[in-house]
């Protein structure tokens, strides 16, 4: 049978406006990580969601992933500021977004890709959290039942996918029982430039991709979840 989740890290207001009514129609909640002191705000040079968007998805069933405070690299705060310092950004996240927005925040997202966390950080995020994700640029499934949910691992789903590669991924979850997070970042109908680099983006998706996406699940019958409704479920 399997699992999908759809996660977006960022909160970005472009991926806002082009999907999050789409999902709420198609009966899929999603997963949004969001960095708490950005709401509103602007990361790499694009608009993040407001807090009357972060109300709609929570009024829509879609849950609401801390994504630290100030969107930094958990490991290098570690190393430069101490356990302290990421205790802090772990917890604030969390009580800003159960201030503002209530319901509840269970769920953590490192920051970045490569080396953003340890053992000790995800021993750190269990202090707070029921589970927490790292993101990887190569594909990764999670096995079910989850064995730690502090280790769990997400898929960076760009425009670089073809649509049989994908089509095949969603076979292999199905077929083997497994979990398979697909996580977005910016899902627009143009790219765009961040603050810190001339290329374009590398978490691209092309809306007219991410709606193929949605139906070819549909057409699976996988169950979509979110991740604190996997987690939960499980626990049940
Ligand atoms: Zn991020």
Redesign the pocket.
């Known amino acids: 049978m399997g699992i999908i989740t759809i996660a977006f890290?960022?909160g970005y207001k472009d991926t806002f406006k082009h999907c999050a009514e789409l999902l709420t129609e198609n009966g899929i909640p999603a997963t949004f990580?969001i960095?708490s002191s950005y709401i509103g705000k602007t990361l790499e040079n694009r608009d993040v969601i407001s807090e009357e968007d972060v109300k709609y998805l929570v009024n829509n069933g879609h849950e609401i992933a801390a994504?630290s405070l100030t969107?930094r690299n958990m490991l290098d705060v570690f190393n430069s500021e101490g356990e302290k310092a990421v205790k802090s950004e772990m917890k604030r996240s969390k009580d800003i977004l159960k201030e503002k927005f209530g319901g509840r925040i269970e769920s953590f997202?490192f920051?970045?890709i490569k080396n953003n966390q340890t053992s000790s950080l995800r021993t750190l995020a269990s202090e707070y959290y029921t589970s927490s994700r790292i993101s990887t640029e190569s594909f990764a499934f999670n096995e079910l039942p989850v064995k730690d949910p502090y280790s769990i691992t997400g898929t960076c789903i760009t425009t670089d996918i073809p649509m049989a590669e994908y089509e095949k991924l969603i076979e292999i979850v199905s077929k083997k029982d497994l979990w398979l997070i697909e996580v977005f970042?910016l899902v627009s109908d143009k790219n765009t430039k961040s603050a810190h680099r001339d290329a374009p983006y590398r978490f691209f998706t092309h809306i007219d991709e991410f709606k193929k996406h949605i139906s070819y699940i549909k057409s699976t019958g996988i169950p979509t979840l979110t991740q604190r409704q996997v987690i939960t479920r499980q626990n049940l």
Do not use: G, I, N, T
Request: net charge negative; charged share 20%; hydrophobic share 30%.
């Open positions: 890290d960022d990580a960095p994504h969107h997202v920051p970045f970042h």
